[in-house]
C-alpha cells in the first residue's frame, strides 16, 4: 500500500476543503470568468451556483474592487502566486453591498493561468469600527458644544469681574453698583455649574435604586419643585391620574427628574402664550398592567420640523439661555428603567411627550 494520496484522492479532499470553508472561495479564468465558486461564496452573494458560473467578476465585484484585484493578482505574480489581502465592497444579487476582505491566489495550469480568490465577509468588523467611530464622533462633538456652553458664561465672569476691579481702582463708592455686577457674576458661575452637573447627569448611567412607589404621589411630589415657575408664568398645571396605578419600581429621584424637564419645557413652551393656552395636562395612565404610561401636553408653538428630528440630541436648543440636555437626560432615564419616550402633535395646538415604562411583574407578584 503506497502513502501517497492518489490523483482522485487528492481532488476529494481538496473538494471537501472547498465546500465546508466558511470564507468564500471564487475561481476564475484569467479573464474574469467565474468558473466556480464553493457554497460560502454563494451564500454571502445571495447567489445559486448555476447563476453564477459564466459570469464575469463584475456581477459581485464594483469597479474600484475590479481594478483593486488587477493590483492583487499582479502582486501574486511577482510574489510566489499569493497576494496580500485588501478590503473591498462586494456586490450581493440584490445590489446590496457586503464589506470584504480579499486574497488572490495564482492556479498556474499548463498553459494559462487560472485564480482562486479568497473573499472573508468582514461586516462585523466594519461595524464594529463604525461604532467605536460613531462613539468618538459623539465624544468630540459634546466636548465642543461643552466648550462652547461654558465659554459664554466664563467670558461674562471675567467682564463683570474686569468691570468691578476697575471700579475699586477708581476709588468708586457705589456699593449699590458693585453688589449688581457681582450678582450678575454669580448668576454666571451658578449656570457654568448647572451646565456642568446637567452634563454630569447626562454621562452618569450608575446605579439605579429601585423601589415601590405610587406613580400619582412622584408625580404630585415633583410639581412643587415647578411652583416658582407655574407662579412666574401664571402656568397652571392641570393633573388627570389614573387610580387603582400598581405599585410601580423605579428609581424614584430619576423618574423625578425626567417629569421635572418635559413639564419644564412645557411650561417654557406656553409661557409667551395667551392666557388660555397657559396649561399643561399631566395624565397618568395604566394600560393591560404590563406598562404604565405618563402623558404631558401642552398648548405651544409645537415642535419644528429640525427639533422633530434633534430635540433628544445632547446640546439642541433653540432657546437663548438653554443647555438642550434636559430631554437627552430624559430619554437616558426612561431607556435605564426599560421604557420608551416619545412625542406628538397636540390635537389643538402644542406638544405631546409620552413616556411608557414597563411595569416590572416578577416584583408585583412578590
Ligand atoms: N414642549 C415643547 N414645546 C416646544 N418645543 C419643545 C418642547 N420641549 C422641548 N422643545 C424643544 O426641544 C429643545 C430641547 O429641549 P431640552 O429640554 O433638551 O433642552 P432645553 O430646554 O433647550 O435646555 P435645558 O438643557 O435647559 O433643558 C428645546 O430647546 C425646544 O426647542
Ligand atoms: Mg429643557
Known amino acids: 500500500m503506497t502513502s501517497q494520496l492518489s490523483w482522485q484522492e487528492t481532488e476529494e479532499r481538496y473538494r471537501k476543503i472547498f465546500d465546508a470553508a466558511r470564507d468564500g472561495i471564487l475561481v476564475t479564468e484569467d479573464d474574469g470568468i467565474i468558473i466556480d465558486a464553493n457554497p460560502a461564496c454563494c451564500n454571502l452573494h445571495v447567489y445559486m451556483l448555476k447563476d453564477l458560473l459564466g459570469q464575469s467578476i463584475e456581477a459581485i465585484f464594483n469597479d474600484e474592487c475590479v481594478s483593486k484585484l488587477a493590483t492583487l493578482r499582479e502582486e501574486a505574480r511577482s510574489n510566489g ?17 457586503i464589506p470584504t476582505e480579499i486574497v488572490a491566489v495564482m492556479l498556474p495550469n499548463h498553459s494559462h493561468i487560472r485564480w482562486l480568490y479568497l473573499i472573508r465577509d468582514i461586516s462585523e468588523r ?5 461604532a467605536h467611530l ?7 462633538q459634546m466636548a465642543m458644544s461643552l466648550a462652547h456652553e461654558l465659554s459664554q458664561p466664563l467670558t461674562a465672569i471675567t467682564n463683570y469681574l474686569k468691570g468691578a476691579t476697575r471700579h475699586l481702582k477708581e476709588g468708586s463708592s457705589d456699593n449699590e453698583k458693585l453688589s449688581e455686577v457681582m450678582t450678575a457674576a454669580i448668576q454666571q458661575a451658578e449656570r457654568a455649574a448647572t451646565i456642568i452637573k446637567d452634563l454630569r447627569n447626562f454621562v452618569r448611567r450608575g446605579e439605579f435604586q429601585l423601589a415601590a412607589y405610587d406613580l400619582n404621589k412622584i408625580i404630585k411630589e415633583s410639581m412643587a419643585y415647578l411652583d416658582n415657575e407655574t407662579q412666574q408664568y401664571h402656568v397652571k398645571i392641570d393633573l388627570k391620574l389614573a387610580k387603582d396605578l400598581p405599585t410601580i419600581f423605579v428609581d424614584k429621584l430619576q423618574l423625578e427628574q425626567a417629569i421635572i424637564n418635559i413639564v419644564k419645557n412645557a411650561i417654557e413652551a406656553v409661557r409667551d402664550c395667551r392666557q388660555e393656552h397657559k396649561r399643561v395636562l399631566i395624565e397618568t395612565l395604566a394600560i393591560t398592567n404590563s406598562h404604565f404610561t405618563i402623558r404631558i401636553s401642552d398648548e405651544g408653538p409645537g415642535l419644528s420640523a429640525e427639533a422633530k428630528e434633534n430635540i433628544f440630541k445632547p446640546f439642541f436648543t433653540t432657546k437663548k439661555h438653554g443647555i438642550g440636555l434636559g430631554l437627552a437626560i430624559c430619554a437616558n432615564i426612561i431607556e435605564a428603567h426599560g421604557g420608551h419616550i416619545s412625542h406628538t402633535t397636540n390635537d389643538g395646538q402644542g406638544t405631546v411627550f409620552t413616556i411608557d415604562i414597563p411595569i416590572d411583574k416578577r416584583r408585583l407578584e412578590k
Not at 502566486?81 to 453591498?97: A, F, T
Open 81 to 97: 502566486g499569493y497576494s496580500q489581502h485588501v478590503d473591498c465592497l462586494n456586490i450581493r444579487k440584490d445590489g446590496s453591498n
Open 126 to 130: 466594519k461595524n464594529m469600527e463604525f
Open 134 to 140: 460613531s462613539r468618538i464622533n459623539m465624544m468630540g
